[in-house]
């Protein structure tokens, strides 16, 4: 890896989690990770040294500033992110994690017995929330919140609770953007309520905008320390 002297770091997460029943069994969800992996791609263009924490995607990125690091559940993706977050300047969780997980692994296979069965769930980690509560001056947190009601009221909370400086909101109602596709259509939310919403894009150009929103709120946070 080529790194220099105060090198600007991005940590992103992205893909989806998988969080396991049985050896062979798990619960997951439909994200690809292209949204990330472009993300990654833009930051990278900007000369960050990019952290990309990701679950299993289909997707391969090379650069000599990147550091890609596999995970599969949400606990793997959260100890991963705690290694590198204090001496990061900007955090981009785009991972679809998976708000729960059996409440026990089995270390054999299910067997079908019945029509009929019932799993236990528990609460997975907030990996943005964690953070959130975490965050030093100067460094900058971005989530992701996909609804499909309720919209703009949902990802405010998300901003406020997970203490983000901005929040990308993306909705399932949108044809042609969210899981599998190779576009996507986002309004970008500030702490200020100030809205900015895009048309239709294509996710490379997706990932500038955020990438762009991003790099402009860390720059001003550095500018008021410096005050």
Same mark, same amino acid.
């Given at each position: ?32 990770? =292209? ?24 997707? &391969?990125?090379?650069?000599?500033? +990147? ?11 959260? !100890? ?10 900007? !955090?981009?969780?785009?991972?679809? *994690? ?8 089995? &270390?054999?296979?299910?067997? =079908? ?11 997975? *980690? ?8 975490? /965050? ?19 990802? +405010? =909370? ?5 203490? +983000? ?19 996507? /259509?986002?309004?970008?939310?500030? @702490? ?10 294509? =996710? ?9 929103? !991003?790099?402009?709120?860390? @720059? /001003? ?7």
């Amino acid at each position: 890896m080529n790194t220099t002297i105060n090198q600007p770091t991005v940590l992103i997460t992205a893909g989806p989690t998988r969080e396991a029943i049985d050896p062979v069994r798990f619960i997951s969800n439909h994200s690809s990770g =292209k949204m990330g992996y472009a993300i990654a791609s833009a930051f990278l263009s900007k000369s960050f040294r990019v952290i990309l924490v990701s679950g299993p995607v289909n997707i &391969s990125l090379t650069h000599p500033n +990147l550091t890609v690091i596999p995970v599969n559940s949400a606990d793997e993706m959260y !100890a991963a992110c705690q290694k590198y977050f204090p001496s990061l300047q900007i !955090a981009v969780f785009a991972a679809a *994690v998976a708000d729960y997980k059996p409440a026990q692994i089995l &270390s054999q296979k299910m067997k =079908k017995s019945a029509h009929e069965f019932s799993l236990q769930m528990v609460k997975n *980690v907030d990996i943005a929330a964690e953070f959130g509560k975490v /965050k030093m001056p100067g460094q900058v947190s971005i989530g992701f919140a996909l609804e499909t009601n309720d919209e703009e009221q949902n990802a +405010l =909370k998300k901003l406020y609770t997970k203490n +983000l400086d901005l929040v990308v909101l993306n909705s399932v109602q949108d044809e042609g953007a969210t899981f599998g596709h190779d576009t996507n /259509k986002i309004t970008i939310i500030n @702490r200020d309520f100030l809205f900015q919403a895009f048309p239709l894009k294509s =996710k490379v150009e997706v990932a500038e905008d955020i990438a762009a929103a !991003a790099i402009k709120v860390s @720059r /001003k946070q550095v500018e008021t320390m410096l005050l």
